[in-house]
C-alpha cells in the first residue's frame, strides 16, 4: 500500500523517547505547566495525569510528532485533542459528570413522596471550571490584581510581549511585573486539579 | 481585517499565548523555587510509566490489526481505500453528532489509526443499518 506522506516527516518512537529523555529540568516544569493549564475544568483529571497520557499516545505511535515541531507544540497540540475530545464525550453522554445533585431535598415526612432531587448551584471557582468555562476559571485567579488580568485579557486576545503591553497602555517594567505574577497565579491551577 | 485567531476559542488562543510566554521565558524564571532533582525524578518516572503503557498499547493494537486484517481477508467486505479519502471521509465524519471525533486529532492520527478509525466508522454504520448482522 503506497503512503501519502513521507515517513521521514514523523519522528519514530526511540527518537520521541529520546526527546523526553533530553527534557533538561525547566523542560520538564514547561510541560507540566502547560500540562495544568490544559488540564484546568476538565473533570478527574490533573496536568500530570493529562501529560502522562500524552506522552504515551506519543510513544505508542497513536500520536505523531511531526519533525522539527518543538516539543512544547507537540504537546499542547495533543493535550489539548485528549482534553477536547475527553469533554466532547462528557457532553454528549448519558450523565452529565458537571451536574450536581441534591438528593434528598425537599424530602416530606409523608411516605408517599418521594424525595426531590434538586440541582445545586454551587458558584465556587471549581463549580465555575465544571459550568465549561474555563477561560471564566482562570479569570477568578486574577479577580484581585487588575493588571495581571489586564495581561490575561491581552493573552485571550492573542496579544504577548511589548504589542499586549503598547495596547494595555504598560510600560513594560509593568507588564513585566504583572506578566510574573499572573504565571504565578496560574500554577493554583495544578493544585486544585490535583485535590479534585 | 480578520486575525487568524478570530475563529478560535478564547482559551485556545490564551493558551498559545501562556505556551509562547513559557518558551520565552528564562530556565531561571521557570524553575523559581522549584528543586531541579524532583523535577527531573518526576519527569523520568513519567516517561518511564508512559513507555510500559505505550508498549501494552502497540501489542494490543498489533492483536488487533492482525485480527481486522484475518477478518477483511476473510469476508472481504471492506473496499480498499486510500489514506487521503479515509482522513477526508473522518474529517466530515467529525461533524457528526453521533460520534466523538474531534477534527484537530486527525491532523496528528497515524494513517493505520485513520484506516482503522475508518472501518470502525463504516462498521458502525452497517449494524445501524443491519442491526441483525452479528447475529449471523
Known amino acids: 500500500m503506497s503512503r501519502t506522506e513521507a515517513p521521514d516527516d514523523r519522528l519514530s518512537v526511540a527518537e520521541v523517547e529520546n526527546q523526553f529523555h533530553n527534557f533538561s529540568e525547566p523542560d520538564w516544569k514547561r510541560a507540566l505547566s502547560l500540562a495544568r493549564m490544559c488540564a484546568a475544568g476538565l473533570t478527574g483529571w490533573s496536568g500530570e495525569m493529562l501529560l502522562a497520557e500524552a506522552m504515551t499516545k506519543l510513544l505508542s505511535g497513536e500520536r505523531i510528532w511531526r519533525r522539527g515541531v518543538h516539543p512544547l507544540v507537540t504537546l499542547k497540540t495533543v493535550m489539548r485533542s485528549i482534553s477536547s475530545n475527553t469533554r466532547k464525550r462528557e457532553e454528549n453522554g448519558p450523565i452529565d459528570p458537571y451536574a450536581t445533585v441534591d438528593v434528598g431535598a425537599g424530602e416530606s415526612d409523608d411516605d408517599d413522596v418521594p424525595p426531590d432531587v434538586l440541582t445545586k448551584d454551587n458558584s465556587t471557582p471549581e463549580a465555575i471550571v465544571d459550568n465549561r468555562s474555563q477561560l471564566s476559571y482562570i479569570e477568578t485567579l486574577v479577580a484581585d490584581d487588575e493588571d495581571a488580568g489586564m495581561v490575561l485579557m491581552a493573552w485571550a486576545e492573542g496579544l504577548r510581549g511589548k504589542e499586549a503591553a503598547e495596547e494595555l497602555g504598560f510600560e513594560m517594567k509593568r507588564y513585566e511585573a504583572a506578566r510574573k505574577r499572573l504565571m504565578k497565579r496560574l500554577e493554583p491551577v495544578a493544585a486544585m486539579r490535583k485535590t479534585a | ?136
Open chain 2, 1 to 136: 481585517m480578520n486575525s487568524p485567531t478570530d475563529k478560535r476559542e478564547p482559551f485556545d488562543v490564551l493558551l498559545d499565548a501562556y505556551l509562547e510566554e513559557l518558551m520565552a521565558m528564562s530556565d531561571a524564571d521557570v524553575m523559581d523555587t522549584d528543586n531541579p532533582a524532583e523535577l527531573k525524578a518526576t519527569g523520568m518516572q513519567m516517561l518511564e510509566a508512559a513507555k510500559a503503557e505505550a508498549g501494552k498499547w502497540r501489542l494490543a493494537a498489533a492483536k488487533a490489526q492482525l485480527a481486522a486484517g484475518r477478518k477483511t481477508v476473510s469476508t472481504d467486505d471492506e473496499p480498499a481505500v486510500s489514506v487521503a479519502a479515509a482522513r477526508e471521509f473522518l474529517r466530515k465524519a467529525s461533524n457528526d453528532p453521533r460520534f466523538t471525533l474531534a477534527a484537530r486529532g486527525l491532523d496528528e492520527m497515524s494513517d493505520d489509526d485513520a484506516l482503522r478509525l475508518y472501518r470502525q466508522y463504516k462498521r458502525l454504520e452497517r449494524e445501524r443499518n443491519d442491526p441483525g448482522e452479528d447475529g449471523a
